[in-house]
């Protein structure tokens, strides 16, 4: 089956820096990596997203690019705020023996934006 | 947060004893996810629905059974809750296949 490591499992940041979360995963057969975000005592938020065809996708301070062949990808955010402090998962799909796909995910990031 | 409410929102039991989790959706969508999260281990599939009655297994499914008899209800049952089941189990929805979740905001089960 898939396996999504990601790395680190802890960030430090200064407000205004830069953050990036990085993931890699195993099947090749894998086309689709959303990433989200979980506040505390709340669900995973869709933050942005990334499909297989393509090798890089902005939204405002946040972009996520992704190497198909060296099979990982990465979250990054520019200029962080304090709101920005959370726990971050990457996802891999994957497809089973139904036919259908559901999503495996990393083990978190948390990232801490200090003011 | 897209319509989805599950509950209980929290839930204490004791070993051996069965228990059932609902997850309800107003958004009629077709696909539904149950995922547990434990600390170091992030996201596991439990179960998944791809419409009424259809339901298959997940990554960690031993222990667990579901059941979906209409569109807006995921039911997830623990026949005989263990210790190891302690767990905030997620219920997820999705509109179409290898699309986007979206989240409910859990149930934290403690199993004692």
């Known amino acids: 089956g898939e396996n999504v490591e990601q790395h680190p499992s802890t960030l430090s940041v200064q407000e205004g820096d830069s953050a990036v979360i990085k993931c890699t995963y195993s099947?090749?057969?894998?086309?689709?990596f959303p990433w989200y975000k979980q506040e505390l005592g709340k669900g995973p938020q869709l933050i942005i997203d990334i499909r297989s065809n393509v090798g890089e996708k902005k939204d405002q301070r946040i972009a996520v690019t992704l190497n198909k062949t060296a099979k990982h990808f990465s979250l990054h955010i520019t200029e962080t705020q304090p709101e920005d402090s959370a726990v971050y998962f990457c996802?891999?799909?994957?497809?089973?023996?139904?036919?259908?796909?559901?999503?495996?995910f990393g083990k978190g990031t948390m990232l801490l934006v200090s003011p | 947060d897209a319509g989805i409410t599950q509950s209980p929102r929290h839930k204490v039991t004791e070993t051996g004893t069965p228990v059932t989790l609902r997850c309800h959706q107003t958004e009629n969508h077709r696909y539904m996810y149950w995922y547990r999260q434990d600390p170091g281990h992030g996201l596991r599939l439990i179960h998944y629905?791809?419409?009424?009655?259809?339901?298959d297994k997940g990554e960690v499914s031993d222990g667990y059974s579901v059941s979906r008899s209409k569109t807006e209800d995921f039911l997830l049952t623990l026949e005989s809750a263990t210790s190891s089941q302690t767990s905030v189990y997620f219920c997820a929805i999705s509109d179409r296949d290898n699309s986007p979740l979206h989240f409910g905001n859990g149930t934290r089960l403690t199993v004692t």
């Open positions: 996802a891999a799909s994957i497809k089973w023996r139904s036919g259908y796909s559901t999503l495996t």
């Open positions: 099947d090749s057969a894998s086309n689709y």
């Open positions: 629905s791809y419409g009424v009655k259809d339901t």
